[in-house]
């Protein structure tokens, strides 16, 4: 139900108990359903059903197609990034703020009260004073968990250390759906740093809705998590393992690259060793379907030349693009602008 105005209460003042009491009655009745997304944290991508992600694809398509410039009008986004980002912190900025919002926050820890030795859980008790909504990435696994404990405004996970990215995810598979016009029975090769990739995590986990045929490609140091596996077994999900990139190429529908990362390693001679060992070049694309598309979250270091680029097989640039409609439409939902 929505709030009461002026005029309502001005006018309630003069009707009996009982005639308040129907005519609330009646606004309770007439209220259109709450949204299962309402003030909801994304934390996780697990934690959203087939239904719920196909919802943020439709709502994200409409954005696309038809701007909304009010929809969040006097609304506030808390943007907190610990750790840096350039597309994930500035498409959720560009997002609320096309969307009528407005943004406050920071892209470096280093000028918060963190340096002071405040807690994660203080810093976002605080700001959740402040905002209708937080987006927010930092270096520790579970963070955005713990940031959701501290405040009851929603939480918009956009990274938490080699965890999860569930709207990185989103966009992937928006990006997904419109390159090859469907989610269902795809052939996907995820190539690279499966073990520290976050989004490949996140990613694989997701894809379990819709029955593809999955490939992974990496040495054997940083294979895909053996607990991603374990959940894809569990629901019938056919999965293979490569060390060559050539293995994959002629029968997969998405190419989906990842750097290797390096900031991640505890071992840097580890690093040094595997840095190069995915190199993707025009040459190499030979066998691939004319349909077939190529997608990184990047940044890209060396792992994707940039020769591909202007190949028909290139979409990590759209891919890109389409997270500011994912994270609109996201944005929309947890806020209760858009429904379900």
Do not use: W
Not at 163 to 178: A, G, M, V
Not at 220 to 239: A, F, G, T, V
Not at 259 to 282: A, S, W
């Amino acid at each position: 139900m929505s709030p009461l105005s002026k005029e309502d209460i001005d006018r309630m003042s003069s009707l009996s108990r009982e005639d308040i009491l129907e005519e609330l009655k009646t606004k309770m009745l007439s209220a259109p359903p709450q949204s299962p997304f309402f003030g909801r944290d994304i934390i996780s991508i697990k934690e959203l059903s087939r239904e719920e992600i196909i919802t943020v694809l439709n709502h994200a398509t409409a954005l696309k197609q038809t701007p909304q410039p009010e929809l969040l009008k006097n609304k506030v986004m808390a943007s907190c990034f610990f750790e840096p980002s350039t597309r994930t912190r500035l498409s959720f900025e560009t997002a609320m703020t096309r969307l009528g919002g407005g943004v406050m926050g920071f892209a470096d820890a280093g000028v918060t009260s963190t340096k002071k030795k405040e807690t994660l859980y203080d810093s976002m008790k605080i700001i959740g004073q402040y905002a209708d909504v937080i987006a927010m990435r930092h270096p520790a696994e579970g963070a955005a968990r713990r940031a959701a404990e501290a405040t009851d405004k929603p939480i918009l996970n956009g990274g938490d250390g080699a965890n999860q990215h569930p709207t990185q995810t989103l966009l992937d598979l928006f990006t997904i759906q419109e390159c090859q016009g469907t989610l269902e029975g795809l052939n996907i090769a995820l190539i690279g740093d499966l073990k520290y990739g976050r989004t490949v995590h996140s990613l694989a986990q997701a894809l379990i809705h819709f029955n593809p045929t999955l490939s992974f490609v990496a040495p054997e140091s940083l294979q895909m998590p053996s607990y991603i596996c374990e959940d894809l077994k569990k629901h019938n999900i056919s999965y293979t393992f490569y060390e060559r990139i050539e293995e994959v190429m002629a029968q997969a529908d998405i190419i989906y690259m990842t750097r290797i990362q390096g900031e991640r390693f505890p071992d840097k001679m580890e690093y040094e060793r595997v840095k190069d060992v995915y190199v993707l070049t025009k040459d190499m694309l030979a066998p691939a379907k004319p349909t077939m598309r190529i997608m990184h979250p990047l940044p890209r270091v060396n792992e994707l030349k940039e020769e591909i680029d202007p190949t028909p097989h290139a979409y990590y640039f759209e891919q890109a693009h389409n997270g500011l409609y994912v994270r609109q439409a996201l944005l929309g939902l947890v806020l209760g602008a858009l429904h379900a």
